[in-house]
């Protein structure tokens, strides 16, 4: 469910605008608080755990370009929505460069606010989903003796989401994920993220007891990177 702020100065236009996101997507969000100036709703901002913003940015006290710049300076971590009638301000929020995921002129179509709000969502989502892939990951890499301040340990991470992810359950050939991989970093080649996690388990395999490899590995207590990473999807899969 997403939790959404309104901040908007005019009351009409606030009335129905909660009217129609109720109606549309009301199983998604949850309108959680409106404010008519922009004092209150960095106060909000500041103190409550919210997802998403629908911001105007002519309002009274503080403006919206200067919500923006507090979300900015502290680290907030919130999706912003620019809904505003006034070109002057939306040229401002421009040329600052202010992380916003979307800007509406009033007045504009709600389906294209709907369309906003559920591209975040989905978004949002798949961040979660990631987030757990991550963790349950690294939880089983805690069995072997990685340098996780190692790139290639980082690059190990990228190739086994994308792989679960997409739903692998053995991986035949390295090379496209190697490739994949490699659209996330300017300038890195796939050769270098494929040698930066040979690297990587190949450190593994001489820091690790050899017990454990001998555990997981019964007939290669040495492994390539594609039997460990097969092992390690494996070993995902049935946890």
């Not at 907030?76 to 401002?92: L, N």
């Not at 007045?107 to 991550?134: G, M, S």
């Not at 496209?176 to 270098?192: H, M, P, R, T, V």
Request: aromatic share 10%.
């Amino acid at each position: 469910m997403l939790k959404v702020l309104i901040v908007d100065d005019e009351y009409d236009y606030l009335e129905i605008l909660f009217n129609k996101l109720n109606d549309i997507i009301v199983d998604n969000i949850k309108i959680v608080k409106i404010c008519n100036d922009g004092e209150k709703a960095l106060q909000y901002i500041m103190n409550t755990s919210i997802d998403l913003v629908l911001l105007d940015l002519n309002i009274p006290k503080i403006n919206g370009l200067e919500i923006l710049e507090k979300i900015k300076s502290n680290n907030i971590d919130i999706k912003v929505i620019v809904i505003s009638g006034e070109s002057e301000f939306v040229v401002k929020l421009l040329s600052r460069k202010l992380d916003v995921e979307k800007i509406l002129i009033k007045p504009f179509l709600i389906e294209d606010l709907v369309e906003a709000i559920n591209k975040i969502i989905f978004k949002l989502n798949n961040d979660r989903i990631e987030k757990d892939i991550t963790f349950r990951i690294s939880e089983i890499l805690k069995l072997f003796e990685f340098n996780q301040t190692n790139i290639g340990y980082r690059y190990i991470m990228d190739f086994l989401i994308i792989c679960i992810v997409k739903n692998y359950k053995y991986i035949k050939c390295t090379k496209d994920l190697y490739k994949e991989i490699a659209k996330k970093y300017n300038g890195i080649s796939q050769e270098c993220i494929g040698w930066n996690i040979s690297k990587c388990i190949h450190v593994m395999n001489k820091m690790t007891e050899k017990k454990i490899l001998k555990k997981y590995f019964p007939y290669d207590s040495s492994p390539s990177p594609k039997i460990f990473l097969n092992e390690i999807l494996r070993m995902y899969y049935l946890a």
